[in-house]
Structure formats: C-alpha cells, structure tokens
C-alpha cells in the first residue's frame, strides 16, 4: 500500500450509495404498487438463496437509524434511489402520497444533517404494472419514466442536490433482458436492444421534465468496465472492440452528442419498432440534452476473447482474469481500471464530458462478526483506498472528478445473489436487523474527517 497521504482535492465530494429496493422492504405498505423485481425475486429459481426485498434491510421503518449512520459517517452525500413503485404504484396516473412523502421527509432529515440528497429516479425497480405493458420494449414507458420524473421533482425539486435519471441501464439492459438473469428476466439477446434507445429515450424526457421543476444539477449514471483483451488475434481485439461499444459506449456516447458507436454489433438505427423507426426523427437530440454530471459505477475490467464457437449467439467471450485479486463475487480487483477509464472518457469525449462523480464503487467480502461482535474487513479499506488513489492520479491527469460514493452504507439484498453479497460500510444481521459498522467504516469516516467534507450541490446546472 502506498504509504504517501490520501489526499483529494479541497470541495471533493465523499458519500455512500444505496437503492431502493434492496434496502427498504415494506414492499406492501403504505400503497407501494408492484416492482418487476418482487415479481421476480418470488419466482422460483431466479435468486441464489431464494429470498427476496421483500424486507430487505427495513430501512423503511429504520431509516432514522440509518440516517444516524451516515451523520456518524461524516459523508457530505447520499445518494439513494426512489422506488417508482412506491409513489405512482402502477407506473401511470395517480400518484400515492405516503409515498412522495416518505422520500420527502428522508430529504429533509438528510439536509437537516448538512448531508446532500442525490437522488436516482430508476434503480431498476420498473413498476410491474408498466412490465405488463411492455416495459422498456414499449416507446410509451419513456414518457411515462418523464411523467414520474416530472411529479416526483415537483415535490422534492426544492431541495435535492443532484439528480439521476437512470442507474445503469447497460446491466438492466444486459443482465435484465439480453441475459435473463435481473428481472424483468428476459433472454433476448440483441433482440433486447429497443430496451436500450428507450430507456435512453426516457433519460433524455426526464432530463427535460426535471429542468423544468428543478434548477438542480441532472445527472445519468452508468456502469463501466474497460476491456482486458485475452487474446492478441485480429478475432480478439474485434471482439473486443464489440463489448467495449455495448458496456461503455450504448449509453454515453449518444448522451454526449455522438450518437449510436458505430461498433455496435447491431445498428439501431436499422432497426424497427411496429411499422416505424425504432429510432425516429429527433430522438437522438433529445437523449443529447445536455447533462451536468455523468455518473460512473465502477467496479472491475473485463477479460474479453474471440467467441470460441463458430456460430456463438454473442461476438465476444467472457473469460475471468488471471493475476488479480479477488473479491467475494469472484470480481478482480483493479483498481488501475477506474484510472484507465476515467482517462479513457476524457480522452474520447474531450471538452464534451462533463464533471465526473464516481456514483458506485466497493466491493463484496465475506464479513463476519468476530467474537467481541466487531466486524474487520481490512480487504474492503484496501480496495477504497486503492480506488481513490486511482481517481487521483486521474484527477492529476486531467479529468474532472468532483466526488465518490462507496457502495454500500449497508449489507443489502443483492439482486439474484440474495442476501449472499456483502458490500456495506455497515455489517447488518437479517435476523435481527442489527447494524455493526465495520473496520471500513471507521477508516472512510477517519479519511472524511482529515479531508474535509464539503457539502455542495455540485457544479451549476
Ligand atoms: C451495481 C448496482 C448496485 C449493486 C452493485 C454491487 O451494478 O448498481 O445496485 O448491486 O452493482
């Protein structure tokens, strides 16, 4: 470990990530419709251990407490996501006001602690009912992701520091309908690519709506994860070039003003939706809408090769990496990655790219309580501290990176993992809900303090 200080820059930005669903529980209450994931997760086989969100952390009931956790933090931000089903239960029409004002009195009880509410609009829980219409396949669930954007900024718009519209669409893409493994659980291929340029659609409406309600910052966070080539033949780097322009380039480069990568396995612009366009006049200006922040998940490379088969349905392999560490998830640790990429995207996008936030970044292990009920996780600390001084060296290479969101305050449900997937700065039993903060805890708390958290709302929208 390099002994120098961590040192980020005066006003850098330091906060935790949560989602929704797979922290708050109370999936029936207080007139929460339906998310394509409680359908899902109570379909049998689709999650590891079987268990659901239905309780989740119950950070719905005990959100006071997790708020303490955050003040004892010192973090200058939260970013957390609204759960769509919960304040316009069917996706469309009316809007349930236990729902909005859940989230309104978290808002004020975050800014009451001096902590900025950064706020995803879609952390992949689509109400069911919209699922049944279609979901993300349909053009109309982008103007109705604008329609709750809309309703739901002008009841919070006042007061959240920064918005953002969508949370990883290429994995609510890929896993949830190419792959079949996140719900809705389709296994479509390349036939799920009008779930893409709708769900970019939707970003780009949403954008629109919050400018209109809102003078916050506007924001669209995705996952991205640089390619290591397992392979040195024309083939490879071909195939190569194919994953790079579905993982890290679908999504950003037509949000920045580029347009659909040209190395798309797949041209949207061919394709058809109905008896039009899947790609119709004037929809790629409206994803352009200029953003003020792109959000950046970040967590491992990716080893890619030429399809072993001939006649493979997908033009790249997946192979795992030699050479790394590995986390609990069985994901390397790189944290050179997240230098490679930030560079990357300066170097691709140039004065088009605006200000960064690492808006996910952590790691899974596999926490226990030792016998005084203290939880050590010295891989976790190592991990942060190796990605943060990776964001360094990029800032010091030129990109603009204004802030970092460790995922996660909590333990949490883990999507089709189940509760096997332990990520939080805070170790939680789902037996008795009880919240032990971890040695993690007290190292990103110690760097805050030295640092100094500032609370801004970011650069002007
Ligand atoms: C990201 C998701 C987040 C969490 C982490 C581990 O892809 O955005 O909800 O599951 O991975």
Known sequence: MDPSPLDLPAGFRFGVSTSAYQIEGAVGEDGRGASIWDTFSRTPGRIADGSSGDVACDHYHRHLDDIGLLSGLGVGAYRFSVAWPRVQPAGSGPVNPAGLAFYDRLVDLLLDRGIDPVVTLFHWDLPQALQDRGGWHARDTAARFAEYADLTAARLGDRVALWITLNEPVVHLTYGHALGVHAPGEARLFDALPVAHHQLLGHGLAVAALRARSSAPVAITNNYSPVRLAGATDPDRAAGQAFDAVQNRLFTDPVLGRGYPAALPVDLTALR????????????????????????????PTGVRAPAEADAPLPFDLVPLDGYPRTAFDWPVAPDGLHELLTGLRERHGADLPPIEITESGCAWDDVLDADGRCHDPERIDYLEG???????????????????????????????????????????????????????????????????????GPPA
């Open 273 to 300: 939706y109905g008896d039009q366009p899947l790609v119709r006049d004037g929809d790629l200006a409206t994803i352009a809408a200029p953003i003020d922040v792109l959000g950046v998940n970040y967590y491992n």
């Open 387 to 457: 990605h943060l001084r990776a964001v360094r060296a990029a800032i010091d290479d030129g990109v603009d990176v204004r802030g970092y969101f460790v995922w996660s305050l909590l333990d949490n449900w883990e999507w089709a993992e189940g509760f096997g997937k332990r990520f939080g700065l805070v170790h939680v039993d789902f037996d008795t809900q009880v919240r032990t903060p971890k040695s993690s805890y007290a190292w990103y708390r110690d760097l805050i303090a030295r640092q100094g958290s500032t609370r801004s709302a």
